[in-house]
């Protein structure tokens, strides 16, 4: 690896800091600056307790002192602080049970949609002009229009309650087929859109034409050098969308009653859990720019004629 490339990755790292450090910021005083507070919706909580509850989660200190408390524990020990609402439970462990679950889902569903995207892609551009080209685009358009929580709500109402073959609860693994379709749909047509248009592109260049030319088999043409330069553009896409996926799926989840991230989260806004909001805000932010940065530093892995400035 040259040198320019690794003073590439180190400049962009040194932004995903910086910019993972203004969320946490901004998220901190944001949720601090909303009127009310964690325990007024509690019941029956005089004046008295109410600040003795205060003084017990540092809440009476002086604001300026609580965002250096709340990022020194992040820093030090990755540590978002107690739930106001989970009592005895922490807002790390709360998060890290629903990843799992949110990340199993997300990432099956990006893997899914990158398969299939690819797949009708390269299949459209090679067959343009016809009908199964024109279905596809068809197809995908309709899909890429249709937002997740009505595609979710459409396959739910067809699925689980007209026709009673899978479950509307994704509490199960068979429930979480549902949550998976809806997740996949807009990032497979989106990336089957993508990749035809990539395709017909190197489909046209120079050292395609050369190739043929030299008697190179058409299945090496494809598989060897078409498709794989037309996969760049796939890549500067798929990095995001895991991350948009896995935050993505709030909505989702909360529709097929996912014990997910997006529940917590959900949960959390409505209970005024301020540090669980703040903690879960900031783990998202931080996925997307962490994926962003590994889909720049894929560029050059997939092209070497990429020149990394």
């Keep these: 690896m040259s040198s320019k490339t690794l003073l590439y990755i180190l400049k962009r790292m040194v932004l995903a800091v910086l910019t993972v450090w203004v969320?946490?910021?901004?998220?901190?005083?944001?949720?601090?600056?909303?009127?009310?507070?964690?325990?007024?919706?509690?019941?029956a909580v005089s004046p008295a307790a109410q600040a003795a509850l205060e003084a017990k989660y540092g809440l009476d200190k002086p604001t300026s002192q609580q965002?250096?408390?709340?990022?020194?524990?992040?820093?030090?020990?990755l540590d978002f602080g107690p739930s106001l609402k989970q009592r005895g439970r922490t807002v790390t462990d709360i998060i890290a049970e629903g990843m799992r679950t949110s990340i199993k889902l997300g990432a099956v569903a990006a893997f899914?949609?990158?398969?299939?995207?690819?797949?009708?892609?390269?299949?459209?551009?090679?067959?343009?002009?016809?009908?199964?080209?024109?279905?596809?685009?068809?197809?995908?358009?309709?899909f890429v229009s249709m937002p997740?929580?009505?595609?979710?709500?459409?396959?739910?109402?067809?699925?689980?309650?007209?026709?009673?073959?899978?479950?509307?609860?994704?509490?199960t693994?068979?429930?979480?087929?549902l949550p998976i379709i809806t997740l996949a749909l807009y990032p497979a047509a989106y990336i089957t859109r993508l990749t035809?248009?990539?395709?017909?592109?190197?489909?046209?260049?120079?050292?395609?034409?050369?190739?043929?030319?030299?008697?190179?088999?058409?299945?090496?043409?494809?598989?060897?050098?078409?498709?794989?330069?037309?996969?760049?553009p796939v890549i500067t896409y798929f990095g995001p969308m895991l991350a948009y996926i896995v935050t993505g799926s709030l909505v989702v989840e909360r529709i097929f009653s996912v014990p997910g991230i997006?529940?917590?989260?959900?949960?959390?806004?409505?209970?005024?859990?301020?540090?669980m909001v703040m903690g879960t805000t900031i783990v998202l932010a931080?996925?997307?720019v962490v994926m962003n940065l590994v889909s720049d530093i894929l560029y050059k892995v997939v092209d070497p004629r990429i020149n990394l400035e």
């Design 67 to 77: 965002y250096l408390t709340y990022l020194s524990d992040i820093v030090t020990r």
């Design 173 to 177: 693994a068979q429930g979480l087929i």
């Design 286 to 288: 931080t996925l997307i």
């Design 262 to 275: 997006g529940r917590a989260f959900v949960t959390s806004i409505t209970n005024r859990d301020y540090p």
């Design 23 to 43: 969320v946490i910021t901004v998220t901190f005083f944001v949720m601090h600056a909303v009127p009310g507070g964690p325990f007024v919706g509690e019941k």
């Design 112 to 142: 899914s949609a990158l398969a299939v995207g690819v797949v009708l892609g390269a299949v459209a551009a090679l067959r343009r002009n016809t009908v199964l080209d024109r279905a596809v685009m068809v197809i995908t358009t309709a």
């Design 196 to 232: 035809r248009s990539s395709m017909l592109d190197v489909l046209g260049q120079d050292y395609i034409r050369t190739a043929r030319a030299k008697g190179v088999s058409g299945v090496k043409i494809i598989f060897g050098h078409a498709l794989k330069n037309a996969m760049i």
């Design 148 to 171: 997740s929580f009505i595609m979710g709500t459409l396959l739910l109402a067809l699925f689980a309650v007209r026709l009673r073959i899978l479950p509307a609860n994704g509490t």
